[in-house]
């Protein structure tokens, strides 16, 4: 190393001599330029690109936000719906289970205590009825809580047909 820093300070004067060609500063530059300009455009487009792909994800982010809402608020008003549905379908059985006791409390009984015990055990709801009600409460959109509940009203309404007609044949008989 040495011997390499010795030999350039014996001839330093004349590496040192000779100047570079004419217009060598302005190539030069002329080049540094082009290089700049070509580091300036790539970096550009680079800070481009990131800016478009930030761009691409909010974008798309947003599209998928606003598609999982669209998608909860049809659940939401299907459940509505079927909530709604369920309610009237409760309350057309309801009635018409009413109208059955109606019809039961318009028989004439030879002892109003049977008749009033009939009506109480009808009145009565069972434990799967308080089951179904639970479930709907918890899930409103089970459809096999609804058919459930459904069934149970329409067994319910045949049974107290049934008991209706029954009674008109056993006190038409004993008149």
């Known amino acids: ?79 509505i719906a079927k909530t709604q549905e369920m309610n009237e379908a409760e309350q057309f059985y309801s009635r018409r289970l009413e109208l059955s006791y109606e019809n039961i409390k318009k028989i004439k009984f030879p002892d109003e205590t049977q008749k009033a015990k009939i009506l109480q055990d009808l009145r009565q709801k069972d434990d799967s009825y308080t089951k179904i009600k639970e479930d709907l409460k918890s899930d409103p959109s089970n459809e096999m809580a609804q058919q459930a509940m459904i069934n149970y009203y329409e067994t319910r309404l045949e049974v107290v047909n049934q008991v209706v007609a029954n009674l008109k044949l056993v006190l038409n008989n004993n008149s």
């Open 1 to 79: 190393m040495k011997k390499i820093e010795n030999i350039m300070e014996e001839k330093r004067e004349f590496l040192n001599s000779e100047e570079p060609s004419e217009g060598h500063f302005e190539r030069f530059g002329y080049k540094l330029g082009i290089q700049n300009r070509r580091r300036i455009l790539i970096h550009s487009v680079y800070s481009i690109m990131k800016i478009a792909a930030i761009v691409i994800v909010v974008v798309i982010s947003a599209v998928i936000v606003k598609h999982n809402l669209n998608v909860i608020k049809e659940n939401n008003a299907s459940i």
